[in-house]
């Protein structure tokens, strides 16, 4: 055969590929590994310079309606469990709670602090288990008992006081509430202590813990002159400055759906502005110590977010419209 019609010998197979210590992405970057760092007691220790935070700044919020049970745990739901959760608690402005019952003139009574969703529930339940399940009060119950423990009344709110550890010990009520029927006094309302019940089993605990927050919003025009005139009144031991708005919905399940949908977006708008002026602050006041003072709440840190605050209301309420707001800067 002609030696030049011969075919060429095969190419030599690859090399085995070697690991690549440090793999292209899909975008392409280059993805440094790093060995993980040790270990102690089971936790993961952070690295130097690695955030602590890995969610980011929160403000903390407090929704406040007249019974804590409807709006405000609708609210309270809705920035605890959105894809980016907030720090929130929530209360009640009345002196008592009250559930509608078989009629109008005669509502379901209970006191604040010291009874349960889940003794409300199964009080309802065992009364008329088809008349409260078809008007939402039991499923309304229902979704409060995953949020909280029990309603909470604003007035008794000791701010600053850290919220950690087991509830504080019911009192008994001051007044036992009058029966609706004859107006007559009702028997003593036991308080009702549950042992097992601890604060870190609210929705949004985690950033509550010191018993303060940036924002608060209630739902109704009565319910913010109540959380105003008591801001005023306790003298600001503080010094905290706290943004307390109005976002007025009517009470009733569906509409305290399409409020728990506003009040996140307003929160959400709140925050990244507050973001925003956080990093605008810390890197014109030299890092760690900046950080410190626009977190605690400092006035002079939160200056430029509290300018801020009138023009994201406005551009909010252009989009809820039928949602009136209100707005004041108070402080704790």
């Given at each position: 055969?002609d030696?030049?019609?011969?075919q ?7 090399p085995?590929p070697?690991?690549d210590?440090n ?11 790093e060995?993980?760092?040790p270990?102690t007691n089971g936790?993961q220790?952070?690295r ?5 935070d890995?969610?980011?700044?929160k403000?903390k919020?407090c929704t406040?309606?007249a019974?804590?049970n409807?709006?405000?745990?609708e609210?309270?739901?809705r920035?605890?469990t ?6 929130t ?7 008592l709670?009250?559930?509608p019952?078989?009629s109008?003139?005669?509502p379901?009574v209970y006191?604040?602090n010291?009874?349960s ?5 199964n009080e309802l ?8 399940h078809n008007?939402g009060?039991?499923p309304?119950l ?5 949020v909280?423990w029990g ?5 008794d709110w000791?701010?600053g ?11 008994p009520?001051a007044q ?5 029927t004859?107006g007559q006094q009702?028997?003593p309302?036991?308080a009702?202590?549950?042992?097992s019940?601890e604060?870190k ?12 927050v940036?924002?608060v919003i ?17 003298g600001?031991?503080?010094n905290?400055?706290?943004h ?6 009517k ?14 977006e307003?929160a959400?708008?709140l925050n990244?502005a ?18 410190n003072?626009?977190?605690s ?7 430029g977010?509290?300018?801020?605050v009138p023009?994201i209301?406005a551009s ?12 004041t800067l108070?402080?704790?």
């Open positions: 055969m030696p030049r019609r011969r060429p010998p095969p190419p030599p197979p690859p085995d070697t690991p210590a793999p292209i992405g899909l975008d392409g970057t280059t993805e440094e590994r060995a993980p760092a270990a936790q220790v952070q130097p310079g690695e955030l602590q890995e969610v980011g700044f403000l919020f406040v309606c019974s804590n409807n709006r405000s745990m609210a309270h739901l920035l605890t959105a894809p980016s959760p907030y720090p608690i929530s209360f009640g402005t009345g002196s709670v009250r559930l019952g078989p109008i003139n005669q379901n006191n604040f010291n009874t969703y889940a003794s409300m529930y339940l065992s009364k008329d288990k088809r008349l409260y008007n009060i039991l309304m229902e979704r409060n008992k995953g909280k309603p909470e009344r604003w007035q000791r701010i006081v850290p919220r950690v550890g087991k509830r504080a010990p019911a009192q009520p036992n509430p009058l029966d609706p004859n009702q028997p309302l036991a009702e202590q549950d042992d019940a604060y089993d609210d929705k949004g605990y985690q950033g509550t813990e010191a018993g303060t940036d924002i209630t739902c109704e025009e009565r319910c913010w002159d109540a959380v105003v005139d008591d801001l005023l009144s306790r600001s031991p503080l905290r400055p706290v307390v708005f109005n976002v007025d919905i009470d009733n399940h569906e509409e305290a759906l399409v409020g728990g949908k506003a009040i996140l307003l959400d708008a990244a507050a973001t925003e002026e956080r990093d605008v602050y810390v890197k014109g006041g030299g890092g760690g110590g900046a950080v003072g626009f977190d709440g400092s006035a002079h840190a939160r200056a977010f509290d300018e801020r023009e209301l909010w309420q252009e989009k809820w419209p039928t949602l009136p707001a209100l707005w108070a402080w704790l």
